[in-house]
């Protein structure tokens, strides 16, 4: 039986989906099988006419004018301009038997009509109206059409020149049945089984491929909102981007939103639209687009971006090597260069750039300077989200941190947060039993000193580890080597990793 | 294809409505806010309408069809004298003002008599560079009909108005408009405006779909914010440089000075000069910008 497996042909003697395609069909992970239906061809009453200047089409009514016309196109095909002026163009002649008449009917602008020229049923002749006017063409109200496309020709035409072909236009239309899948099914013959969608990245947008590239490193992209025009990702929404070329949203096309409200969001286009600065495009579906026109909204699809991320912050410069390797790219080690060592710098950053550069430097450290994290994702994820796009854990593996208060005398560090970001961080999860040692805190919309993030060095019952206390206070994790934090100077950063 | 609306409500969270519009690929033409509230013309494809319209319900707005937003509409009386003007014609103007039309009053140089009655050459250049035409006409029945033979050939969709009800043989006419001493505000006299923009409406409508089966290579709409960016345009609340019009754009700026501006904008991939006809306006000194048919640059 003939497949088509991502609209490859496939020879195969199987008929289940897991079988073909090695993937079982789930819930949240659906795939699309595209079944070809019945083919219609629809005529409709159109009729392209080329000329030696061009070619106009016109669309005609039903009538016993466009009888004649359909019957005797052949007779029409090479008929030459008897005269052209500033209101008509006349093809002539042939024999056109039908009633003369002497009266005279308005025209208006681009109708086609038959007529008798001289009043002669002999020198029948095929008129064009370029604008609204009053004539006796010799045939009674003998309109049967109105040139609907390419009417720049007819200020072409003049003496001498002639129609070449007339054609019947014919709209064929295939249509496709899509069908979602959800468990494992049986498929028909040339059924065609979709299971990922194809991404070419463009080189004109690095920040936001990046960041796209960022949240699809699993391999798939979720569905959060859908409508006639786009399908929308949340999953970065509040994640600040750069302004980059504006570039036209073609149908396929994927786009970042650079600023506003869903500044960070992820959208596919499904139909073509017009460029916006909000927006930058990263690249375009080039294979697998019946996938998110399909899906709904909480299921999601595999993606296969055409350029793989290059991003070796917080690896070992060993896993590096291993993958620039991989890569083609060359590998240079600076810092610390040890096996072991963490990397906190990589020159360029973006993979975009890295490749261009056919080189990365990486900058490592030793592994025991790198802060491990763990973070309340479940009891305070509003909390938890605001505190990944401060450090960048949101879009990296290794998130970084600028102390703004250190002191010796202090119990505790302070680092520098975002207000306008937490103006709507509202209160969660507060310290219970007062706030231990090592537990990351943020200030909470509820005090103006919203956004700022501490962690205490030792317990409190009163306090929480950004000064106030627990109605402000939200927690959102816990550093597990905290004790290293003692000493570091105000205005230095400071390197996190999940603790895995 | 694009079609003009405009969104009435608050002014808090107004932001999400412009960022949705955005998103939906439509274009922002004016913002106005009043204090708490704010009005945002703009354009949008009629089928992302209804995804927009979910999000202004719930921010207790509404979004209204603006018809002739995207239009310049010409009022054309036979004189500009106390004879023919000013209420039929201001009302008719203001009405249409109202669904978002960009009005001019004309009046005719010899409009004035039913038997010395002439349009040059010259004013009916000028009514077709309009997207549309009414002409208000007075009260006498055969006065109307001799006016209306002169105006036969104009292309553009017209709309006639006169004081009878009804006068047979004369196309696109509407009664009840005739000499007027006072402002059309009663309920019949508003019943009359009404059939005069529905009759418009119903003529703009078949030309918008006929200029839809032969696409323009770009949508006015768009040409009018690249000219705004590129040449600084962005017009006040008092003046708005750059008119739409349903195949264009109406730049009011001097011709010899502008034309050449005009015509290097860049629209996407094209320059603006190699995808339309520039010409001067036989008005005035303003810049006509009408835009070539996709099919027409296919052929080149």
């Known amino acids: 039986m003939k497949v088509f497996l991502n609209s490859e042909p496939l020879e195969t003697s199987k008929d289940r989906i897991s079988e073909i395609a090695n993937i079982e069909p789930t819930e949240k992970n659906p795939i699309v099988i595209e079944r070809k239906m019945t083919r219609s061809v629809l005529l409709k009453n159109l009729y392209e006419i080329d000329t030696n200047k061009g070619t106009f089409t016109i669309e005609t009514f039903n009538n016993r004018f466009h009888e004649f016309f359909k019957e005797n196109i052949e007779n029409f095909k090479g008929l030459e301009i008897q005269w052209s002026d500033r209101n008509t163009i006349n093809f002539g002649h042939l024999p056109i038997y039908m009633e003369s008449t002497r009266k005279q009917f308005d025209y208006e602008k681009y109708t086609v009509l038959l007529g008798h020229s001289g009043f002669d049923k002999e020198l029948g002749i095929l008129t064009i109206s370029k604008k609204g006017h009053i004539a006796r063409n010799g045939i009674e109200k003998s309109v049967f059409g109105k040139v609907t496309k390419g009417r720049h020709v007819l200020e072409l035409l003049s003496s001498n020149d002639k129609i070449e072909d007339i054609r019947e236009v014919e709209i064929k239309s295939e249509t496709y049945e899509y069908s979602v899948l959800t468990n494992d099914a049986s498929i028909e013959e040339n059924d065609n089984i979709i299971t990922k969608s194809v991404i070419e990245i463009d080189e004109s947008c690095p920040f936001a491929a990046e960041h796209f590239l960022f949240l699809t490193k699993e391999g798939y992209l979720e569905i959060d909102e859908k409508n006639v025009t786009y399908c929308r990702n949340n999953s970065l929404k509040g994640v600040s981007l750069p302004q980059e070329a504006d570039l036209e949203r073609s149908k396929g096309s994927i786009s970042v939103r650079n600023s506003g409200k869903g500044k960070g969001c992820i959208y596919i286009y499904f139909k073509d639209t017009i460029e916006d600065k909000s927006h930058s495009v990263i690249g375009k579906i080039t294979k697998g687009l019946e996938l998110p026109l399909n899906l709904s909204p909480g299921q999601q699809f595999k993606v296969e971006p055409t350029t793989k991320r290059i991003n070796t912050l917080g690896l070992t410069q060993g896993e590096a090597e291993k993958i620039t390797e991989k890569m083609g790219i060359e590998h240079q080690r600076s810092g610390n260069d040890d096996d072991n060592a963490i990397i906190i710098e990589q020159d360029p950053e973006i993979t975009i750039d890295a490749i261009k550069a056919g080189k990365i430097t990486t900058k490592g450290v030793d592994p025991a300077l790198v802060f491990k994290l763990r973070l309340f994702q479940d009891k305070a994820p509003n909390s938890a989200k605001y505190f990944k796009t401060i450090s960048g854990l949101a879009t990296r593996q290794l998130g970084r941190l600028e102390v703004l208060i250190s002191h010796e005398d202090l119990d505790m560090i302070m680092f520098k947060g975002d207000a306008k970001l937490a103006g709507e961080l509202a209160p969660e999860n507060p310290p219970e039993n007062g706030s231990k040692k090592g537990r990351i805190g943020i200030t909470n919309m509820a005090s103006r000193q919203r956004g700022i993030i501490g962690v205490r060095f030792n317990d409190s019952s009163d306090y929480g580890p950004t000064g106030e206390d627990d109605y402000h206070t939200n927690c959102i994790g816990e550093i597990v080597n905290y004790e290293m934090l003692r000493g570091i100077k105000e205005g230095s950063t400071i390197y996190l990793l999940m603790e895995k | ?300």
């Open chain 2, 1 to 300: 294809m694009f079609k003009m609306y405009v969104y009435k409500g608050g002014i808090y969270r107004h932001d999400e409505i412009i960022e949705q519009i955005e998103d939906l690929g439509g274009i922002i033409m004016q913002k106005t806010p009043m204090q708490t509230e704010i009005d945002i013309v703009f354009a949008l494809e009629e089928v992302d309408k209804e995804h927009l319209e979910k999000l202004s319900k719930k921010l207790r707005g509404e979004i209204l069809d603006i018809p002739f937003g995207d239009m310049e509409i010409a009022i054309v009386a036979p004189s500009l004298s106390r004879h023919h003007l000013p209420h039929p014609v201001c009302d008719l103007s203001e009405f249409l003002r109202r669904y978002g039309s960009t009005t001019n009053i004309l009046g005719l140089a010899r409009g004035y008599g039913k038997t010395i009655f002439q349009i040059s050459d010259k004013e009916k250049r000028i009514i077709s560079e309009h997207d549309a035409a009414i002409f208000s006409y007075g009260i006498f029945k055969e006065c109307i009909m001799i006016k209306e033979k002169e105006i036969r050939t104009l292309t553009l969709p017209y709309v006639i108005c006169g004081g009878p009800k009804n006068i047979e043989g004369v196309k696109n006419y509407i009664g009840n408009i005739g000499r007027k001493s006072g402002r059309m505000k009663s309920s019949d006299d508003i019943k009359t405006l009404e059939n005069v923009k529905n009759m418009l409406l119903e003529m703009v409508d078949s030309k918008r779909e006929e200029i839809n089966k032969d696409p323009l290579i770009s949508p006015p709409v768009y040409v009018k914010r690249a000219l705004e960016q590129q040449l600084d345009l962005e017009g006040t609340l008092g003046d708005n440089p750059i008119v739409l019009h349903l195949d264009g754009v109406r730049v009011k700026k001097s011709f010899e000075e502008y034309s050449d501006k005009v015509a290097d904008v860049k629209i996407g991939d094209y320059r603006l000069g190699d995808i339309s006809t520039i010409t001067k306006s036989n008005m005035n000194d303003t810049v006509i910008v009408k835009m070539r048919t996709k099919s027409e640059m296919e052929a080149d």
